[in-house]
Nanobody
């Protein structure tokens, strides 16, 4: 069964932190680079971070989040994480995970998790 379940979002003040989790089915996760994406109101979904298929593998970050976000994965649990620090109002979006190669504008997606950064 194909499944992506994101969690960990919420309301946080500017400068705060959140840790997102994504539990994926093995058919999506195993042996694939994974990524976190986000979709802000009125905007298209975009990639935020990617990690290679091995735990501790090569990572890549979009410029707006470099130095603030950290992606990681636990291959034994088919789970990918996104640690978000120094959050800004412009980070407000619904966050999704998927294979890193997934077209952000098509295909299967989970329900996402809402992150709202506001004072």
């Amino acid at each position: 069964q194909v499944q992506l379940v994101e969690s960990g979002g919420g309301l946080v003040q500017p400068g705060g932190s959140l840790r997102l989790s994504c539990a994926a089915s093995g058919s999506i996760f195993s042996g694939y680079a994974m990524g976190w994406f986000r979709q802000a109101p009125g905007k298209q979904r975009e990639v935020v971070a990617r990690i290679a298929r091995s735990s501790g593998g090569t990572t890549m970050y979009a410029d707006p989040v470099k130095g603030r976000f950290t992606i990681s994965r636990d291959n034994a649990k088919n789970t990918v994480y996104l640690q978000m620090n120094s959050l800004k109002p412009e980070d407000t979006a619904v966050y999704y995970c998927n294979r890193a190669s997934q077209n952000p504008q098509s295909g299967y997606w989970g329900q996402g998790t809402q992150v709202t950064v506001s004072s």
